[in-house]
C-alpha cells in the first residue's frame, strides 16, 4: 500500500503518446484503482522502489531530509541573536531589524508551490541538490551587506530558494515509507521543523558574542556546508525519475526535453493555489486547523523574539545565556513527540487491532486526537504562565519551565492536526491540504515576530503575555469541534477522502 504522501504528491507519470512525452497524475490512477500508464506492473515488488528500500537507506534519506530542513529553519533563527547588533550597525531600531527574519519565515511560504512542481519536472534530488546552495550565495551576500535593504533582501531570496527543500521534506518521506509507517518519520520531521528554530538562537549567541552580527551569516554557511557534504549520497525518490534514470533507452536530458512542462506546472497550480484556497475557504476541517496550526506555529515563532528579550530585561542575562531560555520550548516539543509515539505503539495499534479483530476497518481518526484536545487546554497556561512568572523576584527556571508546558502543548497541537488531516484526505486533496495549512502557519510565523517587540514595549510583560494568552482562549474549541463532530464533517465533504473515510460517507449517505 502507498503512503498518503505519495498520494498526495501530483507525481508525473508519462505516458508515450505520438513520440512525445505527457505528463499525467499518478494520483488519479492510484484513487480510482487504475494501472499507472507507462509504468512496469512489476514495480510494486521492484527492489529500487523506494518503498522496498531497505531500513537503513530508508533512514538515512530520512535524516537527509530533516537536516536540510534543520539547516534552513536554523539559517532563519540564527539571525535573531544579531539583530540588536544590526540595529546598532545600521542605525535602525530593533524592530526595523527584525524584519529580517521575518522576510525569511515569509520566504518559506512559497516552499509548497515551488517544491511540488519543480520536483515534478525535475525530481526530489536536484530540488536538495540545489536549495541549499543557492541559499547560502544570498546569505552570503548577506554577510557582506552594506546597507539595510540589501541584506534585508538577500535574507528573503535566501528563504525563497530553499524552501523547496523543506516542504518536498514531506512527500519524499511519503516516497519511503509505506502508510502503516509514515508516522513516526513524520513525527521526527516536524519536530524538526518546529523545533529546529529554537536551537539557532542558542548557536547564534556564541558566533555573535565573540564575533559580530556577521557571524550569523558564516555559522550558517558552516552548518549548510556540512550537511550538504552528508547529502552526497541522498537517492532519489521520486518513483517516476526512479525509474526513467535506470532506462538506458531513454537519456535523462531527452527526459527533460519530452516531459510536458506546461501540463506539470498546470497541475501543480491547480493543486497548491486554487484547491487548497477551495478547501481553507470551504472546508471545515481544514479551515478549523489550518487557522489553529497558523495561530500556534506564530505564537512558537513569537517567542524566539519574546522569551530572550524578557531574560535579557528582567534577568539581565547575555547574549549567549539568553538563547539557553529557549531550552524549555524545545524540551516540551521533544516530550510531546516521545509521548506521541508512546501513544501510537500502545493505545492506538491495540484500538487498531480490536476494530480489525472485529468488524473490520480502521480506528475513526478523531479517536486519535486526544493529544490536540489536552495541548488545546494546556497551551493558554503556559502563555499565561509565561506571562506572569519572569519576575525579578521569581526565579528564573519557573518561566523555563513553562516553555515547557508550552513547547509540549505547541508540537502536540500542530503535529496532532496535520497527522488528522493526513488520516482523512487522500490523493491531490491531501496535497491541497498540506499546502493550506503550511503555508498558513509560515504566514502567521512570518506576522507575529513582527509586532512582539513594540507589544512588549508598550505594555507590561505580563500583559503582553496575557494578549496571545487570551486570543489563545478563542481557539480552545476547535479541536473539541473535529472530534464531536469530525465524523459528520467527513461525511459531507466534496473533496477526495481515504478508503475508510469513504466508505463511512457512503454508509451514512446510505442510512439517509
Not at 80 to 88: G, I, K, T
Not at 366 to 378: D, N, P, T, Y
Not at 411 to 417: H, M, Y
Amino acid at each position: 500500500m502507498h503512503s498518503p504522501f505519495i498520494h498526495h504528491s501530483p507525481v508525473s507519470v508519462l505516458s508515450n503518446n505520438g513520440g512525445s512525452i505527457h505528463a499525467t497524475s499518478a494520483i488519479g490512477a492510484a484513487s480510482t484503482g487504475g494501472d499507472r500508464e507507462g509504468l512496469d506492473p512489476s514495480w510494486k515488488n521492484d527492489q529500487e522502489n523506494p518503498q522496498n528500500w531497505n531500513l537503513q537507506r530508508k533512514c538515512y534519506n530520512t535524516l537527509i531530509a530533516l537536516l536540510y530542513t534543520f539547516a534552513i529553519l536554523f539559517a532563519g533563527a540564527v539571525y535573531l541573536p544579531a539583530h540588536s547588533a544590526l540595529a546598532v550597525h545600521f542605525g535602525v531600531s530593533s524592530t526595523v531589524t527584525i524584519v529580517g527574519f521575518m522576510l525569511f519565515t515569509l520566504g518559506l511560504a512559497f516552499g509548497p508551490a515551488l517544491g511540488i512542481i519543480l520536483s515534478d519536472i525535475f525530481g526530489r534530488r536536484p530540488i536538495f541538490g540545489l536549495a541549499l546552495p543557492l541559499s547560502c550565495i544570498f546569505t552570503m551576500g548577506a554577510g557582506l551587506s552594506t546597507n539595510l535593504s540589501t541584506l534585508l533582501m538577500c535574507r528573503f531570496l535566501a528563504a525563497v530558494v530553499a524552501s523547496p527543500a523543506v516542504a518536498i521534506g514531506f512527500f519524499m518521506i511519503g516516497d519511503m515509507w509505506t502508510v502503516e509507517k509514515t508516522k513516526f518519520p513524520t513525527m521526527i520531521y516536524v519536530l524538526g521543523v518546529c523545533g529546529g528554530p529554537h536551537l539557532g538562537p542558542i548557536i547564534g549567541g556564541f558566533a555573535v558574542n565573540y564575533g559580530n552580527w556577521a557571524w550569523a551569516m558564516w555559522l550558517t554557511l558552516i552548518v549548510s556546508a556540512v550537511i550538504y557534504m552528508l547529502s552526497y549520497f541522498m537517492s532519489e525518490t521520486h518513483e517516476t525519475w526512479v525509474l526513467y534514470t535506470r532506462q538506458k533507452c531513454l537519456r535523462i536530458t531527452e527526459f527533460i526535453r519530452k516531459v510536458n512542462r506546461l501540463a506539470t506546472i498546470k497541475n501543480g497550480l491547480q493543486v497548491t493555489t486554487v484547491r487548497a484556497v477551495k478547501m481553507l475557504l470551504f472546508e471545515p476541517i481544514v479551515t478549523i486547523s489550518s487557522v489553529y496550526i497558523g495561530f500556534v506555529f506564530g505564537c512558537m515563532f513569537q517567542t524566539l523574539v519574546s522569551v530572550p528579550l524578557v531574560f535579557t530585561k528582567v534577568y539581565k542575562v547575555d547574549l549567549i545565556e539568553s538563547g539557553f531560555s529557549e531550552l524549555g520550548i524545545s524540551g516540551g516539543m521533544l516530550v510531546s513527540v516521545l509521548v506521541l509515539i508512546i501513544l501510537e505503539l500502545t493505545v492506538h495499534q491495540r484500538a487498531q487491532k480490536r476494530v480489525m479483530s472485529g468488524l473490520g476497518g480502521n480506528v475513526a481518526p478523531e479517536e486519535k486526537l486526544q493529544l490536540v484536545l489536552l495541548g488545546s487546554i494546556m497551551f493558554p497556561i503556559g502563555l499565561f504562565w509565561w506571562a506572569w512568572s519572569a519576575r525579578e523576584k521569581i526565579h528564573w527556571f519557573l518561566p523555563i519551565l513553562s516553555g515547557v508546558a508550552l513547547g509540549f502543548a505547541g508540537l502536540s497541537i500542530i503535529l496532532g492536526l496535520t497527522l488528522y488531516i493526513q488520516e482523512i484526505y487522500s490523493g491531490d486533496t491531501l496535497t491541497s491540504a498540506i499546502v493550506a495549512t503550511t503555508t498558513m502557519q509560515w504566514l502567521l510565523g512570518a506576522i507575529f515576530p513582527l509586532f512582539t517587540i513594540p507589544m512588549y514595549e508598550k505594555l507590561t510583560i505580563g500583559w503582553a503575555g496575557s494578549v496571545m494568552a487570551f486570543t489563545s482562549l478563542v481557539f480552545v474549541p476547535l479541536p473539541w469541534v473535529l472530534w464531536k463532530w469530525g465524523r459528520d464533517l467527513r461525511a459531507v465533504t466534496k473533496f477526495e477522502v481515504n478508503v475508510f473515510c469513504e466508505k463511512e460517507r457512503r454508509e451514512a449517505s446510505t442510512a439517509v
